[in-house]
């Protein structure tokens, strides 16, 4: 059984669609993130979620909209899609948040590549 | 802020060749350390860790120490596999913050 599962796999759309990926996880966690890929593999934290609150929220534009209805699951939906949004989007999660001095391990989803011609 | 700087890739060696990846960080007080792994269409995966000085961490024959008076966490195994080809990314955990590398790539042949 997939732990973290994501769908799609990909995503191919065209500029100021509006879309959403959707994750999944069974482990039981009540952590969960989602980070982005761009093409030069650079990974950055997007949102994390613990107990279906937002606790983190970078520096990302508000078209990008992070949504949990439980535990479970943290879909991410993207208004008015641009050029710079292809990348690949992975989601996470942990058994606790993994702030603070102690280490949570992360657990990774397949990834979502978005492409917007 | 917390960064964290990696060898540019793609590496390329041949089986049974010894691998370095050179990673180093800045960062304020003390954080921890990783390498993550990601095989080809799959997510990330935890490789290793060390959470101060002079800690190694391992697996898979995969080692890495944490040196505080380089700032560095270079990743090392002494016979590479065609199946560690892959994409591995250095991190560096803060208080509040996880920094990620740019990853490097590996490509083994056999």
């Known amino acids: 059984d997939t732990a973290v599962s994501q769908t799609p796999k990909y995503l191919v759309t065209q500029m100021g669609n509006d879309k959403s990926i959707k994750c999944e996880q069974n482990?039981?966690?009540?952590?969960m993130y989602w980070y982005k890929q761009d093409s030069k593999k650079f990974l950055k934290i997007m949102f994390s979620?613990?107990?279906?609150?937002?606790?983190i929220n970078e520096t990302v534009p508000n078209r990008f909209s992070p949504k949990s209805p439980d535990k479970a699951h943290l879909n991410l939906h993207i208004n008015s899609l641009e050029l710079g949004d292809s990348a690949v989007y992975f989601c996470?999660?942990?058994?606790?948040?993994?702030?603070?001095?102690?280490?949570?391990?992360?657990?990774f989803g397949p990834g979502t590549r978005l492409t917007v011609l | 802020g917390d960064s964290v700087t990696q060898m540019e890739g793609p590496v390329t060696l041949s089986e049974e060749a010894f691998l370095t990846i050179n990673c180093t960080y800045t960062?304020?007080?003390?954080?921890?350390l990783f390498w993550y792994v990601q095989y080809p269409g799959e997510g990330l995966q935890l490789l290793l860790k060390?959470?101060?000085?002079?800690d190694k961490g391992s697996n898979k024959g995969f080692e890495a120490t944490y040196r505080k008076e380089t700032t560095s966490f270079h990743l090392e195994k002494g016979s590479v596999q065609v199946s560690d080809s892959a994409v591995y990314f250095c991190?560096?955990?803060?208080?509040?913050?996880?920094?990620f590398g740019k990853g490097t790539m590996l490509l083994v042949s056999p």
């Open positions: 482990l039981g966690h009540d952590t």
């Open positions: 979620y613990n107990n279906k609150e937002l606790i």
């Open positions: 996470a999660s942990s058994q606790g948040w993994w702030g603070g001095h102690s280490f949570i391990e992360q657990f």
């Open positions: 960062a304020t007080g003390y954080p921890s």
């Open positions: 991190a560096l955990k803060g208080y509040s913050t996880l920094t």
């Open positions: 060390a959470t101060k000085a002079d």
